[in-house]
């Protein structure tokens, strides 16, 4: 039996600007504060560990912040390539 392939329609729901506008709110602000207060908690958790207040924090908390930055400028690359 020779069956031909279904073809898969792909339907695309349309999306207002509000919504557009939330969810890249949203995904900016995981991007922006994840990493920061992630790091910030492990430096914590490492000082304690290792007892050398407050250098792992600082370090940890820089490198975080350089994490979001670099988060957010993908995003903004990803953003402006055409469709």
């Given at each position: 039996?020779?069956?031909?392939?279904?073809?898969?329609?792909?339907?695309t729901?349309?999306?207002?600007?509000?919504?557009?506008?939330?969810?890249?709110?949203?995904?900016t602000s995981w991007r922006a504060f994840v990493p920061t207060i992630g790091?910030?908690?492990?430096?914590?958790?490492?000082d304690h560990l290792f007892n050398i207040a407050p250098i792992a924090t600082i370090i940890c908390l820089i490198v975080g912040t350089v994490l979001?930055?670099?988060?957010?400028?993908?995003?903004?690359?990803?953003?402006?390539k055409p469709l």
């Open positions: 039996m020779n069956q031909s392939p279904k073809k898969e329609t792909q339907t729901v349309p999306r207002s600007a509000a919504a557009l506008l939330l969810i890249t709110a949203l995904d790091g910030c908690f492990l430096g914590i958790g490492l979001s930055a670099l988060l957010i400028i993908k995003q903004l690359r990803d953003a402006r």
